[in-house]
């Protein structure tokens, strides 16, 4: 197996595209959604915030502590453009939230913004 030790040994794959996780047991699908969920909790908010803010792809790379390629931000900026274009037509686009029961367990719920 194959480890990255930025990425808390995960065995993250350091590559251009989001979600690919290398090494290790487990089926293919697991090993994408575990790719995925660590890009959206490393980056994907931030890179959304800081274009928001005004900054170009290069400095958004300079910013993020995680390593992403200058590849994925433009990818992500353009999937926000179009995910706000959609909601601007009155589309609606899938989002979860995340909702706490009374002991505090957590759920998250699909939900259709508009």
């Not at 993250?12 to 890009?39: D, E, I, R, T």
């Not at 179009?82 to 719920?109: I, M, P, Q």
Request: aromatic fraction near 8%; proline fraction near 2%.
């Amino acid at each position: 197996m194959t480890e990255d030790s930025g990425s808390g040994g995960l065995g993250l794959n350091g590559g251009g595209s989001k979600g690919n996780v290398s090494g290790g047991s487990g089926s293919p699908v697991f090993k994408n959604a575990l790719g995925n969920f660590v890009y959206d909790v490393a980056c994907k908010r931030a890179i959304r915030h800081l274009y928001d803010e005004g900054l170009s792809v290069a400095d958004i790379s300079t910013h993020l502590s995680y390593p992403v390629s200058v590849d994925v931000i433009r990818q992500e900026i353009a999937a926000y453009e179009d995910e706000k274009a959609r909601l601007d037509r009155g589309e609606s686009v899938d989002g979860y939230v995340c909702e706490l029961d009374d002991l505090g367990r957590k759920t998250y719920r699909r939900v259709k913004r508009t």
